[in-house]
């Protein structure tokens, strides 16, 4: 298993993780990351091993006004975590435990990238054997972006 996003937080069959490549290339080229944080995440982890976002200060001045108002170090891990280059090791007292996906994801585990009829057929098989009896709009509900 791995934790990532399908249409919700979910835990997913690691034997399933080239369908889930093309939602991470998407993140990675429509969204904006830090590269300064990217680094400084990745050298962190690099050198200590297994990080949460606790491990991070938020800059002088921050204060955090509710469950959602991240400091930048969360922001970039998440980012970094939706891009697939960050994965969940695991989790402790609900906090998420990054690693590098490389660190995380098991050798054996195919990465190539789909193709369209491929993550087609998976989507509809997926989503069939989540549902039994679906309608289209239905299947197309969690479709890959």
């Keep these: 298993m791995f934790e990532y996003w399908f249409h919700a937080a979910a835990y997913l069959p690691v034997d399933d993780y080239r369908y889930y ?3 991470m290339k998407g993140y990675r080229e429509t969204r904006d990351i830090d590269n300064k944080f990217r680094k400084m995440i990745t ?16 800059p002088p001045g921050h204060k955090s006004s509710g ?7 969360k922001r970039a891990m998440e980012s970094l975590f939706f891009a697939g280059e960050l994965m969940i090791r695991e989790r402790k007292e609900f906090q ?36 039994g009896i679906a309608k289209a709009r239905d299947i197309g509900y969690a479709r890959g972006r």
Excluded: C
């Excluded at 050298?43 to 938020?58: P, Q, T, Y």
């Design 43 to 58: 050298a962190r982890i690099l050198g200590e091993g297994l990080l949460m976002s606790k491990d991070f200060e938020a």
């Design 96 to 131: 998420k435990v990054y690693d590098l996906a490389e660190n995380v994801l098991p050798a054996h585990i195919e990465q190539s990238l789909p193709t369209a009829q491929e993550r087609g057929d998976y989507y509809v098989r997926r989503m069939l054997t989540a549902l």
């Design 21 to 23: 490549l093309p939602i």
């Design 67 to 73: 469950w959602w108002d991240w400091k930048p170090a």
